[in-house]
């Protein structure tokens, strides 16, 4: 099973506005093969990085459509405005906006706002996309 901090995170970084997820050079970040296959991206211009503190844009895009509160068949990708702490290795989302269409495309079907802080189990993906998150910061300069 897609992981919470993958799955809101996508991680973990995401364009600007949600309505103009096309318009973005957006980075593929991890692929999965849970829930159907997916990829992670990530917005490099939305990056901002305070202290050891990633905030970012990230889209993620399911091969298969996923359910959004429980309503099955609803999501082909989601959007999400995201924060790592890489020293606390935890994240959350401060928005998340779940598509209809790939690649953050076609109708929204929900947006959920601030989410509780996750800590990714040891060898998950979720922990795979952090560790990316956070040694990218490292080469920023």
């Avoid at 598509?99 to 109708?107: A, L, Q, S, T």
Wanted: include cysteine; hydrophobic fraction near 40%; proline fraction near 4%.
């Amino acid at each position: 099973m897609i992981g919470m901090f993958t799955k809101f995170f996508v991680l973990l970084f995401l364009l600007g506005s949600q309505t103009h997820a096309s318009s973005v050079d957006w980075q593929l970040i991890y692929e999965g093969d849970e829930v159907g296959g997916y990829k992670s991206y990530f917005d490099p211009n939305s990056v901002n990085v305070v202290g050891t503190t990633v905030y970012a844009w990230g889209l993620t895009d399911f091969n298969k459509p996923q359910a959004v509160n429980f309503i099955l068949n609803t999501s082909l990708s989601t959007l999400s405005y995201s924060e790592v702490d890489c020293q606390l290795k935890r994240a959350r989302s401060h928005q998340l906006i779940a598509h209809k269409e790939n690649m953050g495309r076609g109708k929204v079907v929900k947006r959920v706002g601030m989410t509780e802080w996750f800590y990714p189990p040891p060898n998950s993906a979720d922990a795979t996309v952090m560790l990316i998150t956070c040694k990218l910061i490292a080469t920023l300069p």
